[in-house]
């Protein structure tokens, strides 16, 4: 392809709207174009990367026995009815009416509408297992769509669904799945962490995320560095922590004026974090306070706590409602002498019971307590891993410290057990000749995300910096004049000869500056750029510049060719 | 793949809903199951037969330079309010609110879309001419959805769309296009023809057709022998025939009794048809009869009459209105003594003219009169070409005898010149400095109803005859039984032999009967079906029996291979 004739309309200023990078550069490379809020035309060289990601998905599914259909995007009610996910998806859910005044939805996802299919056709264990998947569009009427490709209405997933006798042969599914997608992912060239997941509202139990890292991720997780853990940090499990061992000494109270955050007690007491306990203090939606300790130096994970104190919300306590129940403290709280009250509950992480004469607040203005030992001077109504796991923390399955990072969920897996098959009367006969219900599982890929999730990843002031196995082209080669002959042709043949050997390249020919020209390359984000200037017309010397690392390479015209393919090979 | 594990059940039964044959096999032979009414799931085979004409339809698309992105399926409302075409397509368009009530349509097309898209982007000559094209899912709510893939409401569709400074560009861009989808079609192994059209609803002028040729087509076509001629029927142009050269004589009335129809007048006279004049009489909405002259071996061609009378419609005459006008004489008329009057318009085809010494009605029960002479006892109020082709009629192009056809539409190529550059401003500036509308054009391939189409043309009574290049699989190995090792062995390594040599072959493995195993090998219709029975093992020879021919024929082991693939070339 010659850059003259191609469509790829690039920008000099960011669009106003485009908040994150990804969405930035994809509009200023000309990867892509608004039609509607979270609605997206895509470019000739978005396409052309989805195409890569496509393929590289669809011979991962089929290496593992999964077999590509294609189900509609329009979906008749009746059978979402069923599953009672017609009223549950609410109005996410985009929904039509035909000419006959039929409900339709646009599919946001397609369990309805597999399981229909196969409960159809599929009457025997020997039709077992099965894993049939499509690539396709799939809708979402987000409130707000933003971040461009990130939360879309209209967004390209690979969704595939298993059909097993029974929970031994789902494990076998899930694990394939799990192993095709951590290769998907490898063959992408991405930075990426399968992490344990909460199921949410699909259904069902048993699943994992896979996060592209990237500092704009939405979400935040740890891994290990030594073993393969990985989480989410909401969803991550702590062992308490255990303290020096030491007597324990009487309670006492302390000055301790204008001492109202963690760091000015400390320093006011010359003490460490790990010496004090925080008490954080909630509203649940019935209105009772919970007090929450965790050790100085720690933060409570609110989704935790929620799910132990077992209410349905938790929202910080304000002065004023705190005043009503523990008197007017708030930066002195503690839990000495609030055990034991029905208006309040305490919850305190395993590791502050492990303390030995903390420091706490003493719920009086410029007061702390001293030498306060948890279970002796108050006993907590519950104790329990409430806290955020942190860098360092040490990884709960080896103990080696973890890391922390930010992901973008770009695919998950889980266990759907036989949720739908139940509803849905997707039965078989066993060999046992009784009837019983299919047990499934369902994969998505999130294929557009992905994109964005790379670009999030892989770029610089510049541009994009593709990866090379999903880069729309591996190479853009740029006369420095198109108008001087020899160039041009040493430019033309390059363009042949990499073309010819599996180089996918396109041919700067348009007649602008260098600097235009460069600057484009950057921006979209080509792997190499080959200059052809007087250097290679003078010195046989051609000239790569590697786009991730910025480093200018000169090769002879005579091995130029297998150079790139190594280059490329690394990137 | 193993046919144990393929996911494509087939029916014995055809079912009952199923009209056309390409409806019921595909039913039958697991390639496509209903989801609503004009609504499907491609199963695992039709996917597959799907990607294969995509692959051929992208290789074509892009060997002319055209670009491929991917538009949203989901459109706003406001550019179709634009130009107009928001009420005009009616309750053909599949229409939705999102969620803060704005209008959308599921696009039926992207004339709107991708005009649109190319203003913000092309401001200069030097950007053209483009060609931009997708393939995917179009959406179209008819009223009576039915014959299965041939008329639904979800379909798959690749459109392309051409922008081009003037209509040289746009007649070099239609040409290109021509082109292509006469490779396409050839590629794909059917027989077709690009016959000229009229550009209907959507807009235009310039326009071809291509038809896939099959008993079943819902269009008659004709079509030259001798050159690249081709038409529909009702737009076929036609010189007039002349008669033999007679000497004029009188006109004069004569008896024949019980002489209603042509061939009953010809047997009573013992003359041959190309001597009488047929009169059709028809009432236009305005409420005046038009009497249609063509010879007595001719056809009238209504539509031609339609414009040529220039009324809004046509139905014909019952005998009550007829004898309101022309007396009670049905079966009997003529337009001898009619001319001139206000309320009656006689149409004579051109070749009427030529007829010497005719035979018509006499406006009289069992009356006819003989010598008529056209422009001497009668004069028309319009002569003009207004009769149907017919087989054997000369081509208007060269003369030859033209033959006819059934068609079924599968791609149509349009030139829209300025119509949707001027209604939504897609201008550029022109190497003068002005500012020009594009001028466009656009290409349709209906890529699921080709895979309807090929069924059409290539069936018989035990299932599909795929051709070879969009066939699911080449071939299918089937052991005559699956419990003999020594067949199983065989069938094996000739199963792994195909597939590492391009040839793509499906191993049926099941414990049924070779009688079941063949008869759903016919069902698919894999142009290949290869044997491993006694005669494998024994005699060291491989049966291979053609789909198409139904020849078996035997080849070494030694050789089999490259026999394969000659046969599946042929094809």
């Given at each position: 392809?010659?850059?003259?004739?191609l469509?790829?309309?690039?920008?000099?200023?960011?669009?106003?709207?485009?908040?994150?990078?990804s969405?930035?550069?994809m509009?200023?490379?000309?990867?892509?174009?608004?039609?509607?809020?979270?609605?997206?035309?895509?470019?000739?060289?978005?396409?052309?990367?989805?195409?890569?990601?496509?393929?590289?998905?669809?011979?991962?599914?089929?290496?593992?026995?999964?077999?590509?259909?294609?189900?509609?995007?329009?979906?008749?009610?009746?059978?979402?009815?069923?599953?009672?996910?017609?009223?549950?998806?609410?109005d996410?859910?985009?929904?039509?009416k035909?000419?006959?005044?039929?409900?339709?939805c646009?599919?946001?996802?397609?369990?309805?509408?597999?399981?229909?299919?196969?409960?159809g056709?599929v009457?025997?264990?020997?039709?077992?297992?099965?894993?049939?998947?499509q690539?396709?569009?799939?809708?979402?009427?987000?409130?707000?769509?933003?971040?461009?490709?990130?939360?879309?209405?209209?967004?390209?997933?690979?969704?595939?669904?298993s059909?097993?006798?029974?929970?031994?042969?789902?494990?076998?599914?899930?694990?394939?799945?799990?192993?095709?997608?951590?290769?998907?992912?490898?063959?992408?060239?991405?930075?990426?962490?399968?992490?344990?997941?909460?199921?949410?509202?699909?259904?069902?139990?048993?699943?994992?995320?896979?996060?592209?890292?990237?500092?704009?991720?939405?979400?935040?997780?740890?891994?290990c560095?030594?073993?393969?853990?990985?989480?989410?940090?909401?969803?991550?499990?702590?062992?308490?922590?255990?303290?020096?061992?030491?007597e324990?000494?009487?309670?006492?109270?302390?000055?301790?004026?204008?001492?109202?955050?963690?760091?000015?007690?400390?320093?006011?007491?010359?003490?460490?974090p790990?010496?004090?306990?925080k008490?954080?203090?909630?509203?649940?939606?019935?209105?009772?306070i919970?007090?929450?300790?965790?050790?100085?130096?720690?933060?409570?994970n609110?989704?935790?706590?929620?799910?132990?104190?077992?209410?349905?919300?938790?929202?910080?306590?304000?002065?004023?409602?705190?005043?009503?129940?523990?008197?007017?403290?708030?930066?002195?709280?503690?839990?000495?002498?609030?055990?034991?009250?029905?208006?309040?509950?305490?919850?305190?992480?395993?590791?502050?019971?492990?303390?030995?004469?903390?420091?706490?607040?003493?719920?009086?203005?410029?007061?702390?307590?001293?030498?306060?030992?948890?279970?002796?001077?108050?006993?907590?109504?519950?104790?329990?891993?409430?806290?955020?796991?942190?860098?360092?923390?040490?990884?709960?399955?080896?103990?080696?410290?973890?890391?922390?990072?930010?992901?973008?969920?770009?695919?998950?897996?889980?266990?759907?057990?036989?949720?739908?098959?139940?509803?849905?009367?997707?039965?078989?006969?066993?060999?046992?000749?009784?009837?019983?219900?299919?047990?499934?599982?369902?994969?998505?890929v999130?294929?557009?995300?992905?994109?964005?999730?790379?670009?999030?990843?892989?770029?610089?002031?510049?541009?994009?910096?593709?990866?090379?196995?999903?880069a729309?082209?591996?190479?853009?080669?740029?006369?420095?004049?198109?108008?001087?002959?020899?160039?041009?042709?040493?430019?033309?043949?390059?363009?042949?000869?990499l073309?010819?050997n599996g180089?996918?390249?396109?041919?700067?020919?348009?007649?602008?500056?260098?600097?235009?020209?460069?600057?484009?390359?950057?921006?979209?984000?080509?792997?190499?750029?080959?200059?052809?200037?007087?250097?290679?017309?003078?010195?046989?010397?051609?000239?790569?510049?590697?786009?991730?690392?910025?480093?200018?390479?000169?090769?002879?015209?005579?091995?130029?060719?297998?150079?790139?393919?190594?280059?490329?090979?690394?990137?």
């Amino acid at each position: 392809m010659r850059v003259s004739q191609l469509f790829a309309p690039t920008l000099r200023e960011t669009p106003a709207e485009a908040e994150v990078i990804s969405h930035q550069l994809m509009l200023r490379a000309g990867f892509i174009r608004k039609a509607a809020g979270g609605i997206y035309s895509y470019l000739p060289l978005a396409w052309r990367v989805l195409k890569k990601i496509e393929t590289i998905v669809r011979e991962e599914m089929d290496a593992k026995g999964g077999q590509e259909l294609a189900m509609p995007v329009i979906q008749p009610a009746e059978m979402w009815q069923e599953t009672g996910r017609w009223s549950v998806y609410g109005d996410e859910m985009f929904r039509l009416k035909d000419r006959h005044n039929r409900n339709f939805c646009l599919g946001p996802t397609h369990e309805e509408m597999i399981t229909t299919l196969v409960r159809g056709d599929v009457r025997s264990y020997r039709q077992l297992p099965l894993m049939l998947y499509q690539i396709q569009n799939k809708y979402r009427d987000e409130i707000r769509p933003r971040f461009g490709l990130m939360r879309g209405r209209e967004f390209i997933m690979k969704d595939l669904y298993s059909f097993d006798r029974d929970e031994a042969g789902l494990d076998e599914s899930y694990n394939k799945m799990y192993d095709a997608y951590t290769k998907i992912f490898t063959r992408c060239g991405l930075t990426f962490r399968a992490v344990e997941a909460d199921s949410g509202a699909i259904g069902g139990s048993g699943s994992h995320e896979f996060m592209v890292i990237a500092e704009s991720g939405e979400a935040a997780i740890v891994y290990c560095g030594d073993c393969d853990y990985a989480a989410n940090v909401e969803k991550a499990e702590l062992h308490p922590i255990t303290g020096q061992v030491e007597e324990r000494l009487p309670l006492s109270e302390t000055d301790t004026p204008g001492t109202k955050s963690i760091a000015a007690l400390c320093q006011f007491l010359d003490i460490c974090p790990e010496k004090t306990i925080k008490t954080l203090a909630y509203r649940t939606d019935t209105g009772a306070i919970v007090l929450a300790l965790v050790r100085g130096d720690h933060e409570v994970n609110e989704i935790k706590l929620l799910n132990k104190v077992g209410c349905l919300r938790l929202d910080m306590a304000n002065e004023e409602a705190l005043a009503g129940i523990m008197g007017s403290c708030a930066g002195y709280i503690g839990p000495v002498g609030f055990d034991g009250r029905d208006d309040i509950i305490i919850v305190a992480d395993a590791t502050v019971m492990n303390m030995v004469n903390a420091v706490c607040g003493a719920n009086k203005l410029d007061k702390h307590y001293i030498n306060v030992n948890p279970g002796y001077d108050f006993t907590p109504d519950i104790i329990a891993d409430i806290r955020l796991i942190q860098e360092n923390d040490p990884c709960p399955r080896c103990g080696a410290p973890v890391k922390t990072a930010r992901g973008i969920e770009v695919g998950q897996i889980f266990k759907l057990f036989t949720k739908y098959s139940t509803s849905l009367q997707a039965t078989y006969i066993d060999d046992d000749g009784k009837e019983k219900p299919m047990v499934m599982g369902c994969y998505g890929v999130g294929v557009s995300r992905t994109m964005a999730a790379a670009i999030e990843q892989n770029y610089d002031q510049n541009g994009i910096i593709w990866p090379a196995p999903i880069a729309p082209y591996h190479a853009v080669i740029v006369p420095v004049s198109s108008k001087d002959e020899a160039q041009m042709a040493l430019a033309e043949k390059v363009y042949g000869d990499l073309n010819a050997n599996g180089v996918e390249a396109v041919l700067d020919d348009r007649n602008e500056r260098p600097g235009v020209k460069f600057k484009d390359a950057d921006l979209i984000g080509y792997p190499l750029r080959i200059t052809i200037g007087p250097k290679a017309i003078n010195d046989n010397l051609i000239e790569i510049k590697v786009r991730r690392t910025g480093e200018t390479l000169y090769f002879s015209s005579a091995d130029y060719l297998s150079k790139v393919k190594e280059l490329l090979a690394k990137l």
